[in-house]
């Protein structure tokens, strides 16, 4: 009896393990393929960087990175992938924990300092199903009005977005993002967008941004535009639950107006949320989780041609 019933425990173990080896090998087998698919993008990711090469030949190795990830992205099993190794690189992905969107964005530095950003937006739907778009720069071809306005996927601002954040309004989920654009050889730009979803299409903008507690009107999207040199801090801050951002001036009087000679001031402002709306304020004493750091505004100066 004692025999048998070792047998049985014995091969009921056996099947189990079994079983595990058939759910982990499959996955397994994808993640070796995707570490392959990585590695081949890394190696094609040098070119658009390069300044010894064509335009052409970086706008096409572009386009080939793009191609890849919209066939492997629209894998189910690619939405639980990491893709670690393009984290390291100059490829950025946004996403967050509680978000059912991910964002592959990079750029192409064309020889006269100009940059053109490229993506995929990947969204995971029901029952295991992964839609994939594709991102190409129209920075080049915005309205007029585009800070102003909303606008469709074929019209995409273009920047490398560094975070995301979910926010609920209404019945929509909006994805905050927060993004970077080189720009070209005078100037960078930091953005705070959103991005969401009608008729199961992505769009880019949605009214949540305030410049002040006096401002009505929430805007789309908000873009910061400043000297070369600079770094601009713009970041969610979890802690706070608020957007801070790096304030800017001219960096002298007679640059009012002029974006390419604007510089952070060493004070911070920050986007705190206000019913469906996120309304800009001075970081002060007052308002909690101020930033300590410090910016020497003078140093900076240094770098700006008078």
Same mark, same amino acid.
């Given at each position: 009896?004692?025999?048998? %019933?070792? /047998?049985?425990?014995?091969? *009921?173990?056996?099947?189990?393990? /079994?079983?595990? /080896? %058939? ?40 386009? &080939? ?8 992205? *629209? ?10 190794? /393009? ?13 059912? *969107? ?17 993506? *995929? ?45 979910? %926010? ?29 979803? &009608? ?38 801050? &979890? ?6 951002? &790096? ?24 986007? %705190? ?34």
């Amino acid at each position: 009896m004692s025999l048998n %019933f070792d /047998l049985h425990k014995n091969l *009921v173990s056996a099947l189990r393990l /079994l079983g595990i /080896l %058939f759910v982990l090998l499959p996955h397994s087998g994808m993640a070796q393929e995707f570490q392959h698919i990585e590695d081949e993008i890394l190696k094609i990711n040098q070119i658009p960087l390069r300044k010894d090469t064509t335009d052409e030949a970086k706008f096409k190795a572009a386009q &080939e990175i793009q191609d890849i990830l919209l066939q492997t992205l *629209v894998e189910p099993e690619s939405w639980d992938y990491s893709f670690e190794s /393009l984290r390291y690189s100059t490829i950025a992905i946004a996403e967050h924990p509680k978000a059912d *969107v991910r964002l592959f964005t990079y750029n192409v530095i064309s020889n006269d300092g100009k940059f053109t950003h490229y993506g *995929v937006l990947q969204h995971k739907k029901r029952r295991k199903k992964i839609n994939v778009y594709p991102l190409w720069d129209s920075a080049q071809a915005l309205p007029e009005n585009y800070q102003e306005a909303g606008l469709t996927n074929d019209q995409w601002i273009g920047a490398l977005y560094y975070q995301m954040v979910p %926010f609920k309004h209404n019945r929509n989920t909006v994805y905050m993002l927060m993004g970077f654009d080189g720009h070209n050889i005078h100037s960078n730009r930091s953005i705070l967008d959103a991005l969401y979803f &009608e008729d199961g299409e992505p769009l880019w903008g949605y009214e949540l941004y305030r410049s002040s507690e006096e401002d009505p009107t929430p805007e789309p999207r908000e873009v910061f535009e400043y000297h070369k040199s600079a770094q601009l801090l713009l970041r969610y801050q &979890e802690q706070g639950q608020h957007i801070v951002i &790096e304030n800017l001036i001219p960096s002298e009087p007679k640059y009012e107006g002029n974006p390419y000679y604007y510089i952070p001031s060493g004070d911070y402002y920050a986007y %705190f949320q206000e019913g469906k709306t996120w309304v800009k304020k001075l970081l002060t004493d007052d308002l909690p989780f101020a930033p300590k750091v410090k910016v020497d505004v003078d140093e900076i100066k240094k770098d700006i041609p008078r």
